[in-house]
């Protein structure tokens, strides 16, 4: 497999049918570009997600990344965690991402154990867990199941616990939703994709990527048990919160 630091051209040529998009080799090959170009503040929100694991893992505890993808918040939480006797469980469903996934963490140095799980998030076991990370994950997951995952969630935290969720979101107000996106589109411009290759990455993303309010995730979240949940990061239609149990 190719290096994953090419850039992303994977819609820059017109396509005659735009397919569902998946996380396949090829989108693998240019992930670090392709997030980096699209996310409005994922650096950030990663480099918080090993602070806040740092404040949050105790002692002898799981720390979870469900929805992996190449790692970005398990090394993040790998390189702040200080608890004595953590480990992590990186969790994602596409077999290409766990494959680059393993080898990027076979190259760094840092002590905490990381163990990587190929499965869907609807199957794995969350168990004796202090930090879970869903960064820009239950988005892909049918709405119908995202309450179950939450709610396994939840039971599988220890006390005083942090579910960090990242999302794309969308707003009830109309007018502001779609302020959101134009903002969202010119930064994608700014970083040097055409209006094509928005418009198709748009249409790919369509009927896979399904994102809510920030109302619908703060009442899942409560609904399921949550002491307290709200935004700790926001850029347009990008937003990041904590639950704690």
Same mark, same amino acid.
């Given at each position: 497999?190719? +290096?994953? &630091?090419?850039?992303?051209?994977?819609?820059?040529?017109?396509?005659?049918?735009?397919?569902?998009?998946?996380?396949?080799?090829?989108?693998?090959?240019?992930?670090?570009?392709?997030? +980096?170009?699209?996310?409005?503040?994922?650096?950030?929100?990663?480099?918080?997600? *090993?602070?806040?694991?740092?404040?949050?893992?105790?002692?002898?505890?799981?720390?979870?990344?469900?929805?992996?993808?190449?790692?970005?918040?398990?090394?993040?939480?790998?390189?702040?965690?200080?608890?004595? !006797?953590?480990?992590?469980?990186?969790? &994602?469903?596409?077999? @290409?991402?766990?494959?680059?996934?393993?080898?990027?963490? @076979?190259?760094?140095?840092?002590?905490?154990?990381?163990?990587?799980?190929?499965?869907?998030?609807?199957?794995?076991?969350?168990?004796?867990?202090?930090?879970?990370?869903?960064?820009?994950?239950?988005?892909?997951?049918?709405?119908?199941?995202?309450? *179950?995952?939450?709610?396994?969630?939840? &039971? *599988?935290?220890?006390?005083?616990?942090?579910?960090?969720?990242?999302?794309?979101?969308?707003?009830?107000?109309?007018?502001? &939703?779609?302020?959101?996106?134009?903002?969202?589109?010119?930064?994608?411009?700014?970083? !040097?994709?055409?209006?094509?290759?928005?418009?198709? +990455?748009?249409?790919?993303?369509?009927?896979?990527?399904?994102?809510?309010?920030?109302?619908?995730?703060?009442?899942?979240?409560?609904?399921? !048990?949550?002491?307290?949940?709200?935004?700790?990061?926001?850029?347009?239609?990008? @937003?990041?919160?904590?639950?704690? +149990?």
């Amino acid at each position: 497999m190719a +290096k994953p &630091d090419s850039a992303d051209t994977i819609y820059a040529n017109p396509l005659g049918d735009v397919a569902d998009f998946v996380f396949d080799h090829k989108v693998v090959e240019v992930f670090p570009d392709m997030i +980096k170009r699209s996310v409005p503040g994922y650096t950030t929100i990663i480099s918080m997600i *090993g602070n806040l694991a740092e404040r949050y893992a105790q002692s002898g505890s799981a720390c979870y990344d469900l929805g992996c993808s190449l790692g970005a918040a398990t090394l993040a939480m790998r390189h702040r965690i200080r608890a004595a !006797g953590c480990r992590i469980v990186a969790v &994602d469903n596409s077999a @290409a991402m766990i494959e680059q996934c393993r080898s990027i963490m @076979a190259a760094d140095g840092a002590e905490v154990p990381v163990e990587l799980v190929l499965d869907d998030l609807q199957a794995a076991t969350i168990s004796d867990a202090s930090v879970v990370v869903l960064n820009f994950t239950l988005q892909f997951i049918a709405p119908e199941e995202r309450a *179950g995952i939450i709610a396994r969630i939840h &039971d *599988g935290l220890r006390p005083g616990g942090v579910l960090i969720l990242s999302e794309k979101v969308t707003f009830g107000d109309r007018a502001h &939703d779609e302020l959101m996106i134009e903002l969202h589109h010119n930064f994608k411009r700014a970083n !040097g994709y055409s209006d094509l290759e928005i418009a198709q +990455k748009r249409s790919a993303l369509e009927k896979v990527l399904i994102p809510e309010t920030l109302d619908a995730h703060r009442q899942r979240l409560r609904q399921a !048990g949550f002491a307290s949940c709200d935004v700790w990061f926001q850029c347009f239609n990008f @937003a990041s919160m904590i639950a704690i +149990k």
